[in-house]
């Protein structure tokens, strides 16, 4: 379930978000990404916050990372959070011209996935 949403502007990296959904990580928690966030000073600021970074690497990367493709694969459970995200069509669509409604639609949706979340757990 979702904890933090921020929104990037579209010529922006989404890496450069990065630090501002990562400054409450605790220690002990494990950062899982994709190969785009294969950063080192995402991995170090990570290391400092005493959590773990799970990002497979880049093929231009010249020094060996610790990495781990069985944990990795709970990752799945992200992309199906997209995946349930995009049945809301105004955002999947993108009807919203404007990043701060297209923000609130989005976390108007994940409050509804997260309540549906709770619901069937009860």
């Given amino acids: 379930m979702p904890v933090k949403l921020v929104i990037t502007p579209g010529q922006t990296h989404d890496v450069q978000a990065a630090a501002q959904?990562?400054?409450?990580?605790?220690?002990?928690q494990?950062?899982?990404a994709d190969k785009a966030y294969d950063a080192d000073w995402l991995r170090a600021m990570v290391t400092?916050?005493?959590?773990w970074a799970n990002i497979p690497p880049k093929s231009n990367r010249r020094a060996?990372?610790?990495?781990?493709?069985w944990l990795y694969k709970k990752r799945n459970l992200i992309e199906r959070f997209f995946n349930k995200l995009k049945y809301f069509r105004r955002?999947?669509?993108?009807y919203d011209k404007l990043g701060s409604c297209f923000l609130a639609m989005a976390k108007l949706a994940c409050i509804r996935l997260r309540l549906r979340h709770y619901?069937?757990?009860a």
Wanted: with cysteine; glycine share 10%.
């Fill in 48 to 51: 400092e916050r005493g959590g």
């Fill in 21 to 28: 959904l990562l400054a409450t990580i605790c220690k002990g």
């Fill in 30 to 32: 494990m950062v899982l």
């Fill in 119 to 121: 619901e069937s757990t």
């Fill in 91 to 94: 955002i999947a669509t993108r």
């Fill in 64 to 69: 060996p990372i610790c990495f781990s493709p």
